[in-house]
């Protein structure tokens, strides 16, 4: 027997929402768990009111603020502008519409209680928050799972709003957001859902932007495990996002007053200059650093590392490393300057460390980085990031360790960076930073998970917890999976406040079929050598270990 869809209702103020809101509701009206069953409008004045001198001067208290964020928008380029204005009429002419009046306090909307009554009237599951103020009252109750509403703000640390504002302007490493259950307490619902992106601090709009396309996919998401599982899967990840205590220490915050404004377009000017500086006389170079040890394992101080001589033209990331025949071989990505597209390259080095040169292996007219090399059954194989081809790509060795051959696409239409395999229990893990929103995002936010018996196939199974972890500061691979001291630990790396930060190690705790966890143990940031600004991969083999770092290079 076919399951009953999930059933929705949406408030909104009008008919007319922004282009993230609008892809959002597309994608529940397509899908094949939830419909779309009532829109819930808001008819109060506050949303309807001219474009009047006299309306502008009764906001003037934020006139600044509101001045800054149109020149903020008008200079910001992104792809795809999340607040462009499209309208709903088409994609739901056969939706209800019930029209509403609140009683209005200075920011608080309460529904009369026949408006309550008839929504209740068409028993739905979920009302999802678009529109209206502050929702007090018995509305709250109205969804059998309550209302689901966004805070773009990592309720933690930041309540309030504006959303993705005071993270640019305080220049903190990431922005975060999260679906909640509705409750009287501001921003302090039950968290459902919750993420952090890196924050773009160039604009506010590009980190507005970042946020709200990244955060389209929580409902689905959530619905589809409602859909899935019922109450239980809600109450799971209820359990998964929120703890006992959660105190709010910090101070509420609002849009800024005039004076306040106008200092932040100046602080963040002179953040712009400074950065404007530093990207036209320098650029990021990244370089290896290798160490031998007597003993096998991974070489733990970092101080005893030292540096292979990068060419001037280039740089050398993403060192993936096997010991053979006496000798090393660093496979990496080489990234000419001038043509700034990334192919696959080969070092080798003598039994002592000593450095015999360096050759192309496998170019394409798409960049590739991350070679990450594996053995299986006596054969060497390849997987180089090929996320610009829209690819997970599979190589076999013909003639170690510079001769290989195509296999196959592990799997096509997948925008993907850094896939990472690994052999465990009977099957093939795969994991890779995956951008669900083709661009609109970031490649660094979410780690996804798929698996298969099968390595030489593309029925990858995604796996239920996907995305397994949604937080900038741990999610992309940065390296093999290994065992330490009976334990399988996971490099990641760590992209807030700039990408390839600092490398995380993580004990992966659980994997199943049906479950995973994994647990922070330590990181490691650039502080071991003077220069660096940053790393993000780490591998070793036997005794060799090696990892890469970046730091500003003067421009010839």
Same mark, same amino acid.
């Given at each position: 027997?076919?399951?009953?869809?999930?059933?929705?209702?949406?408030?909104?103020?009008?008919?007319?929402?922004?282009?993230?809101?609008?892809?959002?509701?597309?994608?529940?009206?397509?899908?094949? @768990?939830?419909?779309?069953? +009532? *829109?819930?409008?808001?008819?109060?004045? /506050?949303?309807?009111?001219? %474009?009047?001198? &006299?309306?502008?001067?009764?906001?003037?208290?934020?006139?600044?603020?509101?001045?800054?964020?149109?020149?903020?928008?008008?200079?910001?380029?992104?792809?795809?502008?999340?607040?462009?204005?499209?309208?709903?009429?088409?994609?739901?002419?056969?939706?209800?519409?019930?029209?509403?009046?609140?009683?209005?306090?200075?920011?608080?909307?309460?529904?009369?209680?026949?408006?309550?009554?008839?929504?209740?009237? @068409?028993?739905?599951?979920? +009302? *999802?928050?678009?529109?209206?103020?502050? /929702?007090?009252?018995?509305? %709250?109750?109205? &969804?059998?799972?309550?209302?689901?509403?966004?805070?773009?703000?990592?309720?933690?640390?930041?309540?309030?709003?504006?959303?993705?504002?005071?993270?640019?302007?305080?220049?903190?490493?990431?922005?975060?957001?999260?679906?909640?259950?509705?409750?009287?307490?501001?921003?302090?619902?039950?968290?459902?859902?919750?993420?952090?992106?890196?924050?773009?601090?160039?604009?506010?709009?590009?980190?507005?932007?970042?946020?709200?396309?990244?955060?389209?996919?929580?409902?689905?998401?959530?619905?589809?495990?409602?859909?899935?599982?019922?109450? &239980?899967?809600?109450?799971?990840?209820?359990?998964?996002?929120?703890?006992?205590?959660?105190?709010?220490?910090?101070?509420?915050?609002?849009?800024?007053?005039?004076?306040?404004?106008?200092?932040?377009?100046?602080?963040?000017?002179?953040?712009?200059?400074?950065?404007?500086?530093?990207?036209?006389?320098?650029?990021?170079?990244?370089?290896?650093?290798?160490?031998?040890?007597?003993?096998?394992?991974?070489?733990?101080?970092?101080?005893?590392?030292?540096?292979?001589?990068?060419?001037?033209?280039?740089?050398?990331?993403?060192?993936?490393?096997?010991?053979?025949?006496?000798?090393?071989?660093?496979?990496?990505?080489?990234?000419?300057?001038?043509?700034?597209?990334?192919?696959?390259?080969?070092?080798?080095?003598?039994?002592?460390?000593?450095?015999?040169?360096?050759?192309?292996?496998?170019?394409?007219?798409?960049?590739?980085?991350?070679?990450?090399?594996?053995?299986?059954?006596?054969?060497?194989?390849?997987?180089?990031?090929?996320?610009?081809?829209?690819?997970?790509?599979?190589?076999?060795?013909?003639?170690?360790?510079?001769?290989?051959?195509?296999?196959?696409?592990?799997?096509?239409?997948?925008?993907?960076?850094?896939?990472?395999?690994?052999?465990?229990?009977?099957?093939?893990?795969?994991?890779?930073?995956?951008?669900?929103?083709?661009?609109?995002?970031?490649?660094?936010?979410?780690?996804?998970?798929?698996?298969?018996?099968?390595?030489?196939?593309?029925?990858?199974?995604?796996?239920?917890?996907?995305?397994?972890?949604?937080?900038?500061?741990?999610?992309?691979?940065?390296?093999?999976?290994?065992?330490?001291?009976?334990?399988?630990?996971?490099?990641?790396?760590?992209?807030?406040?700039?990408?390839?930060?600092?490398?995380?190690?993580?004990?992966?705790?659980?994997?199943?079929?049906?479950?995973?966890?994994?647990?922070?143990?330590?990181?490691?940031?650039?502080?071991?050598?003077?220069?660096?600004?940053?790393?993000?991969?780490?591998?070793?083999?036997?005794?060799?270990?090696?990892?890469?770092?970046?730091?500003?290079?003067?421009?010839?």
């Amino acid at each position: 027997m076919k399951k009953e869809k999930l059933k929705i209702g949406i408030l909104l103020n009008n008919l007319s929402v922004s282009a993230w809101q609008y892809k959002l509701l597309e994608t529940i009206a397509r899908s094949n @768990y939830a419909e779309i069953k +009532l *829109i819930v409008k808001n008819n109060s004045q /506050l949303w309807h009111q001219p %474009l009047t001198l &006299a309306n502008i001067w009764r906001k003037r208290a934020r006139l600044w603020h509101q001045v800054q964020l149109l020149l903020d928008r008008k200079v910001a380029k992104v792809k795809s502008d999340c607040l462009a204005s499209k309208n709903v009429a088409d994609l739901l002419r056969d939706v209800p519409v019930l029209e509403c009046t609140p009683h209005e306090t200075r920011f608080i909307d309460r529904l009369r209680p026949e408006d309550v009554e008839n929504i209740q009237s @068409y028993q739905l599951d979920v +009302l *999802i928050r678009f529109g209206f103020r502050i /929702l007090k009252g018995p509305i %709250l109750k109205a &969804a059998k799972y309550g209302i689901w509403s966004y805070h773009h703000g990592d309720n933690r640390v930041n309540r309030g709003g504006p959303p993705a504002y005071w993270e640019v302007i305080e220049q903190w490493p990431e922005t975060g957001a999260i679906l909640q259950i509705l409750s009287e307490d501001l921003d302090g619902g039950q968290v459902i859902y919750r993420s952090w992106g890196p924050t773009r601090k160039l604009t506010i709009h590009q980190n507005l932007n970042n946020v709200y396309w990244r955060s389209v996919s929580f409902v689905p998401r959530v619905l589809k495990v409602l859909y899935e599982q019922g109450e &239980a899967g809600l109450n799971k990840l209820i359990a998964r996002f929120n703890h006992p205590l959660e105190f709010y220490d910090r101070k509420l915050y609002h849009a800024p007053s005039n004076l306040l404004a106008l200092n932040h377009m100046l602080k963040h000017m002179a953040y712009l200059a400074r950065l404007s500086f530093r990207r036209q006389f320098f650029h990021d170079n990244w370089t290896l650093y290798y160490h031998i040890a007597k003993k096998g394992g991974p070489a733990l101080s970092f101080r005893q590392y030292k540096s292979l001589p990068t060419p001037k033209n280039c740089f050398w990331a993403d060192p993936f490393v096997c010991q053979k025949d006496g000798k090393y071989y660093i496979f990496l990505e080489e990234l000419p300057y001038k043509t700034k597209k990334g192919h696959i390259a080969l070092i080798t080095l003598g039994e002592k460390g000593q450095y015999e040169g360096v050759q192309t292996i496998l170019k394409k007219d798409y960049h590739l980085s991350y070679p990450f090399i594996f053995e299986w059954e006596g054969e060497w194989y390849m997987i180089p990031e090929s996320s610009q081809n829209r690819t997970i790509e599979l190589y076999r060795c013909t003639r170690f360790p510079d001769q290989w051959e195509f296999v196959m696409n592990l799997m096509e239409n997948i925008c993907a960076a850094d896939a990472t395999l690994i052999h465990h229990q009977h099957k093939w893990w795969l994991f890779a930073a995956v951008d669900e929103m083709e661009g609109l995002a970031s490649y660094n936010d979410e780690l996804f998970l798929y698996y298969c018996e099968d390595l030489f196939t593309q029925n990858w199974v995604s796996h239920p917890a996907n995305p397994i972890v949604s937080d900038v500061k741990r999610s992309r691979p940065a390296g093999k999976i290994f065992w330490q001291d009976g334990k399988l630990i996971r490099p990641s790396q760590d992209c807030s406040g700039q990408y390839g930060s600092a490398i995380n190690f993580n004990e992966i705790v659980r994997l199943t079929e049906e479950d995973y966890e994994e647990k922070f143990l330590f990181q490691v940031k650039p502080d071991w050598h003077p220069s660096l600004k940053g790393m993000h991969t780490f591998n070793f083999d036997l005794n060799i270990s090696i990892i890469d770092g970046f730091s500003y290079k003067r421009r010839i």
